[in-house]
Each structure stands twice: as C-alpha cells, then as structure tokens.
C-alpha cells in the first residue's frame, strides 16, 4: 500500500470529510475552459466581424417600486453569478477555434453602479433613466476580459427605482433572463431578511 494511501486509510471520518471539502473548494476555484457550443461560436464569430458591436447585447430595465438596498440587490446578483458558471465565463480562442473560460467564483461582488436622480427635477427623472438605459444597452462587451453582464441601480425617488441589467447574447437569452428575474425575485427578500 502507498504511503498516500495508508495516510488516508487513517483518516477519521470528520478528517476525510474535511479534506473532500477542500479539494471540491479547491477545484471549484480553478479557471477551466470547455469548447463553445455551436450558438456561442456563431455569436462569437459575428462579434469578430463587427467587434464593439452592441448588436448582441440583451438589455432590461426593470421598475421597482419599493425602497431598494443597493448591498442586498449586490449580494443577490454575486449569488446568481455564483450559482451559474456562464455568468463568469469569458470566451478565449484555442487553435482557432473560440472556447468558453469559466472563471471561479470572484470573491468581490458583481459591481453595482447606483445612479441617484433624486436631485433631478421630479418631472425629468424618467427620461434620465431612459438615457442611461439606453446608453448601458449600446455599451459594448469584450468576449475576451468580460465581465459579459452588468448591473445598474437608478434612483429616481425613496421608492422608485429602475435595475438595469445587460448581458451578452452569447452568455444569455429571453429564457435565461427570465429564471435571472425568478431568482432575483426569490433572492432579495430571503437576503433583506
């Protein structure tokens, strides 16, 4: 019997639960590439073509109409973000051909630029909002560096706010932002709680 072996035929329960739990930790926390799925190449060779394009780019502004905590709605996206690994994936090329880089869990959350218009006059604020909107919508994604989603929270009152969320297509469709709602929605009061 090897030495490693025997080491860890010794080893108590607790021990060997102990030490799954580190490598698993340990695995989790490395960055890994997998091949691009045939959507994701096809996303990828039209952003060669027509690169800062922001073509692809799926975009969603969402009212709120209640008093939001910009640090729970952080700590909901980097759940989210943590829980789906193509949140954090970047898209790199391997003998040519474009392959994802899923990238760990980051330990720092997903930024969350908040856009306080409460100094606005009241009857301007929506259209400030549109503008950022609308600007966020048109900012284009780097494949490469990522990250290929973004958040914003807009204040326009005590109670009323507007989150803005953009992602590329490549790493998000209707559906996707959909259950991204689902769970944002079951998230932030479990969080604020």
């Known amino acids: 019997m090897s030495d490693a072996v025997q080491r860890l035929a010794e080893l108590s329960p607790e021990e060997k639960r102990?030490?799954?739990a580190r490598l698993l930790r340990e695995k989790a926390a490395r960055v890994r590439t997998e091949p691009a799925s045939f959507g994701q190449q096809r996303l990828w060779f039209m952003d060669?073509?027509?690169?800062?394009?922001?073509?692809?780019?799926?975009?969603?502004?969402?009212?709120?109409?209640?008093?939001?905590?910009?640090a729970v709605l952080q700590q909901c996206l980097s759940e989210i973000v943590r829980r789906?690994?193509?949140?954090?994936?970047?898209?790199?090329?391997?003998?040519?051909?474009?392959?994802?880089?899923?990238?760990?869990?980051?330990?720092?959350?997903?930024?969350l630029p908040l856009h306080d218009l409460r100094?606005?006059?009241?009857?301007?604020?929506?259209?400030?909002?549109?503008?950022?909107a609308a600007a966020e919508a048109q900012?284009?994604?780097?494949?490469?560096?990522g990250p290929l989603l973004r958040a914003h929270l807009v204040r326009l009152?005590?109670?009323?706010?507007?989150?803005?969320?953009?992602?590329?297509?490549?790493?998000?469709?209707?559906?996707?932002?959909q259950l991204f709602g689902r769970e944002l929605g079951a998230l932030?009061?479990?969080?604020?709680?």
């Open 48 to 70: 060669q073509l027509v690169p800062g394009s922001a073509f692809y780019t799926l975009a969603a502004a969402v009212p709120l109409h209640f008093a939001v905590d910009p």
């Open 139 to 145: 900012r284009p994604f780097d494949l490469r560096t």
């Open 84 to 111: 789906h690994e193509v949140l954090r994936t970047t898209f790199s090329v391997h003998d040519g051909q474009p392959v994802q880089v899923i990238h760990p869990p980051a330990p720092l959350p997903l930024p």
């Open 188 to 193: 932030y009061p479990a969080f604020a709680a």
């Open 18 to 20: 102990l030490l799954l």
């Open 157 to 177: 009152d005590e109670t009323e706010y507007v989150f803005l969320l953009t992602a590329h297509h490549i790493v998000a469709d209707g559906w996707s932002l």
């Open 119 to 132: 100094a606005l006059p009241a009857s301007a604020r929506s259209a400030a909002a549109a503008q950022l």
